[in-house]
């Protein structure tokens, strides 16, 4: 049984889930939170659609068993995309809500009718796209970009990056967009999420740069409210980061959102410093 005091869980293969965290804890300010990465199943994107579905089922598993969570954010589209329906028939009665590309907005802004969409190379070769495209850009092109290269950027040396150096990760999928004539680019990968404003600066002030981390938000607090499970705002936030405490963070002045990682070891400089700068506390490691 699930209470207006259990957490939100997010899940995504690493880092890149953590913007849509940060989405939903400005809409929804007296929730808890927690967040699991799949250090030990990363990379999802060149993984075949059965690992995924594996992986992610597992990895889930072991977070609501741990958090007892009252829903789950599939903060990755290529989870989403080859494993929601195995997750939520692993989770019956909890709230499942995946992350797609935002195709839909992207045909409303497209004046060209040419869309970018740069994913992983699991996701830009998904059906899910393909329907996604069919029921919302029938009438427009789709430019696939698969850019794995990018994930592990993010992944791995985003923090402590320069500005040139982001600049310079994200051109080669801008400019192979660019020389199709896109106008919108879509971020299919949540972890681009962190290079929003260098994908921009790349592509130039004529082509938008949507994503989908708003909408997600918008659907978890609409599922939490169809339920009768939004947190009445008995605490709130400052900064983005929690300023209460909770059972399994009792020290003053400690994030209560929490950051598990899958694989063994402590989080080490990059998953401490994603924690640092999204409010999260170290909280152990999922089998």
Known sequence: MHDLDSPIAFFDSGVGGLPYLE???????????????????FPYGTKSPERVRDLAVGAIRALVAKTAPKAVVIACNTATELAVDAIRADT???IVVGTVPAIKPAAALSRVRRIGVVATEAAVAADYLTGLASAWAADCELVRIGDAGLVDFVER???GSTRDERL?????SVRAMLERGVDVIVLGCTHFLHLSEEFGAVAGPGVSIVDSRDGVAARLASRLD?????????????????????????????????LFLTGAGDPGPVYGGFAERFGLSWAGCLP
């Open 226 to 258: 169809e339920e009768g499970l939004r947190g009445s705002v008995g605490a709130r936030r400052t900064g983005g980061c929690p300023d209460r405490r909770d059972a399994e963070s009792d020290r003053p002045g400690e994030p209560s959102d929490r």
């Open 157 to 159: 040396r985003l923090l």
């Open 92 to 94: 019956p009665g909890l």
């Open 23 to 41: 989405a939903a804890r400005r809409l929804l300010p007296a929730e808890r939170f927690v967040y699991l990465a799949d250090r030990a199943g």
């Open 168 to 172: 310079r990760a994200v051109a080669p």
